[in-house]
């Protein structure tokens, strides 16, 4: 059982810039962020393989960017130019072979 803790969440200024991290306890393959806003869906936001390919939501290309410490476990999300409809909860997402697992998720609030 891999277990997932992120961090980094918080109230910022539209314009501002926030950055997640994600912890795993083991090994992950693929790591993901997802985010979900009140009424909302959860959406993929972006998406990093150990073998570094790289995915983002359009909705975020140009101002988030997804790395990998893969010696650490851990995956980063910075997040740039923020806006009023990056409010949501952010969750980190690991897949390993046939497993799945799912982080408690962080609040990011965007906001003046």
């Known amino acids: 059982q891999v277990q997932l803790v992120e961090s980094g969440g918080g109230l910022v200024q539209p314009g501002g810039s926030l950055r997640l991290s994600c912890t795993a306890s083991g090994s992950i393959f693929k790591m993901v962020w997802y985010r979900q806003a009140p009424g909302e869906e959860r959406e993929l936001v972006a998406t990093a393989t150990n073998s570094g390919n790289i995915i983002y939501a359009d909705s975020v290309k140009g101002r988030f960017t997804i790395s990998r410490d893969n010696a650490k476990n851990m995956v980063f999300l910075q997040m740039s130019s923020l806006r009023p409809e990056d409010t949501a909860v952010y969750f980190c997402?690991?897949?390993?072979?046939?497993?799945?697992?799912w982080g408690q998720g962080t609040q990011v609030t965007v906001s003046s």
């Open positions: 997402f690991g897949n390993a072979g046939f497993r799945n697992y």
